[in-house]
């Protein structure tokens, strides 16, 4: 009874209030403790310790995010690159010397096999830093966007394989279980899913980067791209390779130099540049000999492996990724904004450059190297649109202090790019031979004649557009009449020189045979001198 009246007596002895306090402060300890033992994040989170407006918090959650997804690297390590987070964008420096002069993606098309722009043992690279770098090479910043992540299977899935949305062509970039099936009347492309909402997926893809012509996607066989969610009824596969592929045709106008380029070496660039050789092509319509000939040293360039024959190769060729279709912008020019890579012309023609061992990269400045004459290419033809009068032209620019140089396209494209880019003018009539600009130097100048018959519209797309891309001056001269030898097949009063437009709208067959085939070119050459008086000019800036 003592006891109890004692404790009594103690707890009278303290208020209320004092209770009340004690018993907070005791709680907001314990709390205190278990945060800072468990929960010490919680701590850092700025938005707890300030008032804030809802667009502050905003901002401030942003900074947390990125300041988490920052990279934690060593960057004194030799492969700082390799970082924990795998969708940094990194910043290379890259040397045109090797062969490097362009951006490069990393693509995971197998398990531990990634490719950055040069070949990578054992899923690494090393970058060159920027201090061990010569003064000669260039300094030219791209990204290297790491793309290491495994995307959801199901969000893969249903995403459509293919983009329809291009007048050039349709591409598929299809990733996963893919089995390519051969032959001449029905190849496919088959990617096998585990998701049943994909056997919906079905597209016909004409592998040719020419889409808009339809007299000419005629006779380019369709290929099927689909997906199937049924494993069993899918082939099986009697061979599996360890590096994407790309589907194309050398069908169309592959022969035809400007085709060649417009429609297969520059698109082929654009598409398959980012794997540095460690790509698979499949062809249709596979012409090996111009493949191996003509181009072998650009296709060699491309890719490491021998093409296999969409038509007639029987296997079922296996694969981690395939892309179908040819990337392709305005003939012979390649728009960094559309390209998915981020490449442009110029990237295009380094590597043009350093494929076919040319040494210039830049046109003689006649400010700076006076007493030099610079060269003129003065490009033949044997057939239709030939000078009649190359000799007398030839003369006039040798008056004018220019070396001159008379040649028609040689078959060896190696050799004829090195004339080629030995040259700081050259001089034309509309047509494929032209296309060899693409060897010239920077701020060389390009001259195209261009034959009457109102070709002026086609004259500047297909050359004085890409020209211009290419960092090329660019000079145009249309023909009169009295310069055509179509004098000499239609009398004057005839509709093929006083209404062209007419001869137009005949058609393509019947317009070509008249002023593209049967027309000569006599230069007027008190005309044509301003021209290259203005060419000169051009070469002094």
């Known amino acids: 009874m003592g006891e109890k009246l004692k404790v009594v007596s103690i707890y009278r002895g303290f208020d209320h209030l004092s209770l009340g306090v004690g018993l907070l402060m005791g709680c907001l300890l314990v709390s205190l403790t278990y945060v800072t033992v468990y929960k010490s994040d919680m701590l850092a989170f700025p938005m707890m310790a300030l008032p804030m407006s809802k667009e502050e918090a905003y901002s401030l959650i942003s900074q947390q995010i990125d300041y988490q997804s920052e990279p934690r690297c060593s960057h004194g390590s030799a492969s700082s690159h390799l970082c924990e987070n795998t969708e940094t964008i990194e910043t290379a420096w890259v040397s045109s010397s090797a062969g490097s002069e362009i951006p490069s993606q990393r693509n995971e098309f197998s398990a531990g096999e990634v490719t950055a722009g040069s070949k990578i043992p054992n899923s690494s690279r090393n970058v060159q830093s920027s201090s061990s770098l010569e003064d000669h090479v260039d300094r030219l910043q791209v990204p290297v966007v790491n793309n290491a992540r495994k995307s959801d299977p199901e969000e893969s899935d249903s995403k459509p394989m293919c983009d329809t949305s291009s007048h050039r062509c349709d591409v598929c970039d299809v990733h996963g279980d893919i089995r390519i099936v051969t032959g001449k009347d029905s190849p496919s492309i088959l990617r096998v899913t585990a998701s049943p909402f994909t056997d919906q997926q079905s597209w016909q893809v004409k592998p040719y980067a020419r889409k808009w012509d339809h007299g000419l996607t005629r006779i380019i066989e369709p290929v099927t791209v689909r997906s199937t969610a049924d494993r069993a009824a899918a082939p099986r596969c009697d ?12 069908g169309g106008y592959a022969g035809n130099h400007f085709h060649d380029f417009a429609d297969l070496i520059v698109p082929l660039f654009q598409t398959v540049r980012q794997f540095d050789g460690e790509v698979q092509f499949v062809v249709a319509h596979l012409n090996r000999r111009w493949m191996t000939g003509k181009f072998g040293h650009y296709f060699r360039r491309l890719s490491r492996y021998d093409a296999i024959d969409l038509d007639n190769d029987a296997r079922v060729h296996c694969f981690g ?26 990237n295009f023609l380094q590597f043009m450059r350093s494929t076919y061992g040319l040494s210039r990269d830049y046109a003689l400045k006649l400010a700076e190297q006076q007493g030099k004459k610079p060269r003129l290419l003065l490009i033949a033809r044997s057939r239709s649109r030939k000078f009649m009068n190359a000799d007398d032209i030839a003369k006039l620019a040798e008056k004018l202090g220019f070396e001159v140089l008379v040649s028609e396209a040689a078959k060896d494209l190696a050799e004829f790019s090195k004339i080629v880019n030995s040259c700081d003018v050259m001089v034309g009539v509309h047509g494929a031979g032209l296309t060899n600009l693409v060897f010239l130097p920077t701020n060389a100048v390009v001259v195209q004649v261009v034959p009457f018959g109102s070709h002026e519209w086609i004259a500047t797309t297909y050359f004085g557009k890409p020209a211009k891309a290419m960092e090329l001056k660019y000079l145009e001269y249309t023909i009169t009449a009295n ?59």
């Open 239 to 250: 061979v599996t390779h360890g590096v994407p592929a790309v589907v194309f045709s050398t």
């Open 321 to 346: 990724r395939a892309i179908v279709g040819l990337r392709a912008d305005q003939d012979l020019i390649i728009d960094p904004a559309k390209s998915p890579m981020g490449y442009n012309t110029s």
């Open 483 to 541: 310069e055509s030898t179509l004098t000499e097949l239609y009398p004057r009063d005839d509709p093929v020189f006083t209404d062209p437009q007419s001869i137009h709208k005949l058609g393509w067959e019947k317009m070509g045979e008249i002023y593209l085939k049967k027309q000569n070119v006599r230069l007027d050459l008190d005309r044509f001198r301003p021209v290259l008086e203005k060419a000169l000019e051009l070469l002094r800036e």
